[in-house]
């Protein structure tokens, strides 16, 4: 079993600043690619960024130079730091960690949190 679970949503102000966590725990055997997804109402989801386990990354242009993502392969989570929020990042924020089980298919699978709302206002 895997379990994938994201903190740190909330409101603010445009501006402002906030930081996204998210733990993967369970019968992990490796994690390949962490990333940071969201989706606004009416909208598709789509990738905000994404890291691998060696640290490479890539940002989806709206948040280029604004947002952050990083990872502890440690303890396996991974941040998303997010500043200058403006009112279009008004989103629910989704995890997605692809991994491979213990004991499971050497195929990596993806997996994701229940996601978290984060709100900017103006």
């Known amino acids: 079993q895997v379990q994938v679970v994201e903190s740190g949503g909330g409101l603010v102000q445009a501006g402002g600043s906030l930081t996204l966590s998210c733990a993967a725990s369970?019968?992990?055997?490796?994690?390949?690619?962490m990333a940071w997804y969201r989706q606004a109402p009416g909208k598709q989801r789509e990738l905000v960024a994404g890291?691998?386990?060696?640290?490479?990354?890539n940002y989806a242009g709206s948040v280029k130079g604004r947002f952050t993502i990083s990872r502890d392969n440690a303890k396996n989570t991974v941040y998303l730091r997010m500043n200058s929020l403006k009112p279009e990042d008004t989103a629910v924020y989704y995890c997605?960690?692809?991994?491979?089980?213990?004991?499971?298919?050497?195929?990596?699978?993806?997996?994701w949190g229940q996601g978290t709302q984060v709100t900017v206002s103006s």
């Open positions: 369970g019968s992990i055997s490796s994690i390949e690619i």
């Open positions: 997605n960690v692809i991994l491979t089980e213990i004991g499971g298919s050497a195929r990596p699978y993806p997996y």
């Open positions: 890291i691998t386990s060696v640290g490479m990354t």
